[in-house]
């Protein structure tokens, strides 16, 4: 067997997935299932043979199944991003659309490149540290500050949990008529149960089906038939407006858009994607290799991110800015304001979305302060690990989740609520983009994988943007 190998053309993973047309990620993770029986050489590369290259070529002949096994092998980028347009960011959206129409379009392109490196920035350093962002950043912090801002960001996490259960209760009231608190209960308690009992490898594949929910405000978008001259001329060039609503809205789209949550949720799922993908025992090459498939990951979720953002914008501008409703308190308001006049589709793809985005993004909501929470008291923590041995860290999920649903039973309007989370999710960004920026460009700590100079020119640009937002929001503020 080996002497036919050694007769036959070895290809380097770079030269296989040139040859058959797939991203690094997917050549990747091919070997990962056994698709693909890859030759170890002395000097730890890995080889792909003439026969496997062919086989390979064959099976992606059909379009759908070379889609399917690119889908297959995105992992926690697609759903950092993905979760990002969770219900609660739904509303803040929405506001936004139908208080200022286009005006704030812009957002959706600029935002793109800043969140793209801040993301890569935070999964470079899951994989080279192996350690969750709350650890290495009690490196540059102390400790009792890198627990105030977790406390911070638990508690902002919260507000935001039991806004997207109560956005998701009504929505199944809307649509079917079930009791609203009956449906608050159901929804939190399957989602601990779910993220309870599956491990982390099994628990994912759950989460990367939730977001193809998110393309229901792709398709609401298109049923609204905005005019799409007015809207490329908005979605570019920057517009500002010199009045308070306007630097809050901004600052809470930004909060919402490039959110501390995920900054911890993207560094810790890097460390569980580490568990399970050892493609080679030498731990420099691993490390490389996993931080080339991972832009493309982090580069999709963004991009899938953004893409929705810009759709709900456009979605309300055109249907309910333009019609006099500018006063949207949340995402099924929306819903249904958008029924007489975009359509029964519209409504329903715009309901039935705010469900499926909610179960993909509670968990990641309650998973990233579980994570940093332990990481800071040094608790055992993980989604791969049982229950039995990490009890404190799925404890903090199912509080954080229960908390987030009493919220609906005490009055307190998590609607309202939300816009200032978002507001205080961009204040907490602010300092963790400085560590983040910090520490990604220490070589003691990344070794020889400091941040590429587009992530240093986008991650401090966007510390730059927040800093002036905060101080003349501040200047409104107490004038």
Same mark, same amino acid.
């Given at each position: 067997m080996k002497n036919k190998i050694a007769k $036959? %053309? !070895?290809?380097?993973? @770079?030269?296989? *997935? *040139? $040859?058959?047309?797939?991203?690094?990620?997917?050549?990747?993770?091919?070997?990962?299932?056994?698709?693909? $029986?890859?030759?170890?050489l002395v000097d730890e590369t890995l080889r792909v043979t003439e026969a496997d290259? =062919?086989?390979? %070529?064959?099976?992606?002949?059909?379009?759908?199944?070379k889609t399917s096994l690119y889908f297959k092998a995105l992992g926690p980028g697609l759903i950092t991003g993905a979760s990002?347009?969770?219900?609660?960011?739904?509303?803040?959206?929405?506001?936004?659309?139908?208080k200022f129409g286009l005006t704030l379009l812009w957002l959706a392109a600029w935002l793109l490149p800043v969140m793209f490196a801040v993301q890569e920035a935070c999964a470079r350093i899951g994989i080279v540290t192996n350690h969750g962002l709350a650890s290495v950043l009690q490196k540059h912090y102390r400790r009792k500050i890198v627990l105030g801002i977790v406390v911070l960001l638990i508690t902002a996490n919260v507000v935001n949990i039991g806004a997207d259960l109560g956005a998701m209760a009504a929505s199944l009231e809307m649509l079917s008529g079930i009791n609203f608190f009956a449906s608050a209960i159901f929804f939190a308690f399957l989602i601990i149960l779910i993220e309870i009992i599956f491990q982390y490898h099994f628990y994912v594949k759950i989460? %990367?089906?939730?977001?193809?929910?998110?393309?229901? #405000?792709?398709?609401?978008?298109?049923?609204?038939?905005?005019?799409?001259?007015?809207?490329? *001329?908005?979605?570019?060039?920057?517009r500002f407006i010199g009045s308070e609503d306007y630097l809050?809205?901004?600052?809470?789209?930004?909060?919402?858009?490039?959110?501390? #949550? !995920?900054?911890f949720w993207q560094t810790s799922e890097e460390v569980e994607e580490g568990k399970i993908a050892q493609f080679s025992s030498e731990a420099d090459l691993r490390i490389r290799n996993r931080i080339r498939h991972m832009r493309t990951d982090v580069g999709t979720g963004m991009i899938l991110a953004n893409f929705v953002f810009f759709f709900i914008v456009v979605t309300t501008a055109q249907v309910l800015f333009k019609n006099g409703i500018t006063n949207i308190q949340s995402a099924e308001e929306a819903a249904l304001a958008l029924r007489p006049l975009a359509g029964e589709w519209a409504y329903l793809l715009f309901a039935l979305g705010i469900i499926g985005t909610g179960l993909l993004a509670i968990p990641v909501l309650a998973g990233s302060g579980a994570y940093a929470l332990c990481e800071v008291l040094r608790?055992?923590?993980? =989604?791969? =690990?049982?229950? @039995? *041995?990490?009890?404190?860290? #799925?404890?903090?999920?199912? =509080? @954080?989740?229960?908390?987030?649903?009493?919220?609906?039973?005490?009055?307190?309007?998590?609607?309202?609520?939300? #816009?200032?989370?978002?507001y205080l999710n961009g204040i907490i960004a602010l300092p963790l983009?400085?560590?983040?920026?910090?520490?990604?460009?220490?070589? %003691?700590?990344?070794?020889?994988?400091?941040?590429?100079?587009?992530?240093?020119?986008?991650?401090?640009?966007?510390?730059?943007?927040?800093?002036?937002?905060?101080?003349?929001?501040l200047i409104f503020l107490f004038n």
């Open positions: $036959e %053309k !070895l290809h380097t993973l @770079s030269e296989f *997935r *040139r $040859e058959v047309g797939i991203p690094l990620v997917v050549a990747k993770k091919l070997i990962l299932w056994g698709e693909v $029986e890859a030759v170890k290259v =062919l086989k390979i %070529k064959k099976l992606l002949k059909n379009p759908w199944k990002d347009d969770d219900p609660g960011g739904i509303g803040t959206y929405s506001s936004v659309g139908a989460l %990367k089906w939730l977001t193809i929910s998110v393309f229901a #405000y792709v398709l609401a978008g298109f049923m609204a038939h905005p005019n799409w001259q007015e809207v490329f *001329r908005s979605a570019f060039v920057p809050f809205a901004l600052i809470a789209v930004f909060g919402t858009t490039v959110t501390p #949550y !995920l900054f608790w055992r923590e993980g =989604l791969e =690990l049982k229950f @039995s *041995r990490a009890k404190g860290f #799925y404890f903090i999920i199912a =509080l @954080s989740i229960i908390i987030g649903l009493a919220m609906n039973f005490l009055g307190i309007e998590p609607i309202k609520s939300l #816009y200032y989370s978002a983009l400085v560590a983040i920026m910090i520490v990604g460009n220490d070589k %003691k700590i990344m070794g020889e994988e400091t941040h590429p100079l587009w992530v240093k020119v986008f991650g401090w640009a966007a510390v730059g943007f927040m800093a002036a937002a905060v101080i003349f929001s």
